[in-house]
């Protein structure tokens, strides 16, 4: 079972860090305009990049990504055809809780341009307190190093451009080994008998039980679910024991089947050891898995192709 706790352990230790190397040359970390603070107020009616979760490639133990909090991602505008943000772009990333509530610091990107940061092309890094009211940290390449040198890794061919990631990012499978441990994961729903929405799939005419299974139990944000979720569910008989496939839902993102919101399904042989089916709304299963979810977006049924269970 997913645990969600430690991001603020770790945090602690980015925001340590980041004394330190201020401490080394303060008078760079001066910021040429008025409070940052002011700077992104109403952040949150900004465009979303990006709402995900789970580990990232690029960052290791920070910004709570090893502890099931949802990653959220806002920008004030988006970047030209080249890649490169206009001055006065402002980039806020947030955490969010599996109740979505927002958690810990805001770390934040400022595009200052002018004669600002010329080795890191006119940015700004700056990162508040916990509690979100005041400005812990701010300041140029060397003033938060540690900031600097994660991201100029977006600088490096496909994985983003102008010192920021790649954005909406892309989750993929390889293959069955990204969801066999899912007995592991927090289970969601547990049913019986027949459904309004499954009609005869998932072998409802057979009055199994349906376990539901998420790798993080984490709320739908902004409508969505974030980038990263998987959702398992099986079938088991009456005395308990596993039986027919796996269907699995996998939170892709990026520019995958945006017509189901970034949705992959799957569906496993009988025997569990061979994918069957996988694809977007039109292609898995020809189209049946997206034809029954597309039920979950009216009413109350649900949200973001996912049914309401209790």
Same mark, same amino acid.
């Given at each position: 079972m997913k645990r969600f706790f430690g991001a603020f352990f770790v945090i602690g230790l980015?925001?340590?860090g980041s004394v330190a190397f201020q401490a080394c040359d303060s008078s760079s970390s001066t910021a040429p305009t008025g409070s940052i603070l002011d700077e992104i107020t109403g952040y949150q009616s900004w465009a979303v990049l990006d709402a995900v979760v789970g580990p990232d490639p690029f960052l290791a133990a920070a910004h709570g990504v090893n502890n099931g909090f949802v990653r959220v991602v806002y920008a004030s505008q988006g970047p030209d055809a080249n890649g490169t943000y206009p001055e006065g772009t402002i980039i806020v990333k947030e955490l969010r809780d599996a109740d979505g509530n927002v958690v810990g610091p805001l770390t934040i990107m400022l595009k200052r341009g002018s004669d600002f940061n010329p080795a890191g092309n006119g940015w700004e890094w700056a990162m508040t307190n916990d509690t979100r009211d005041s400005i812990a940290l701010h300041g140029d390449n060397q003033a938060m190093a540690?900031? @600097?040198?994660?991201h100029t890794q977006a600088n490096a061919a496909g994985n983003g451009s102008d010192?920021?990631?790649k954005h909406p990012k892309e989750y993929t499978v390889d293959d069955m080994?990204?969801?066999l441990d899912f007995a592991n994961w927090e289970k969601v729903a547990e049913n019986?008998?027949?459904?309004p929405f499954l009609g005869q799939a998932h072998g409802v005419k057979d009055s199994l039980y349906r376990f539901v299974w998420m790798n993080y139990r984490v709320k739908a944000f902004d409508g969505k679910y974030p980038t990263g979720m998987i959702i398992v569910k099986e079938l088991k008989d009456r005395n308990g024991n596993s039986v027919g496939p796996l269907t699995v839902m996998v939170k892709r993102g990026?520019?995958?089947n945006p017509d189901g919101n970034g949705w992959e399904w799957f569906m496993t042989s009988p025997t569990r050891d061979t994918i069957i089916t996988r694809g977007d709304n039109?292609? @898995?299963a020809n189209g049946i898995c997206a034809g029954?979810?597309?039920?979950?977006n009216t009413g109350d049924n649900g949200v973001d192709w996912v049914f309401t269970r209790p």
């Open positions: 980015i925001v340590a540690l900031c @600097a040198n994660c010192w920021v990631f080994a990204a969801f019986f008998g027949p459904d990026g520019n995958f039109s292609t @898995a029954c979810h597309s039920q979950a």
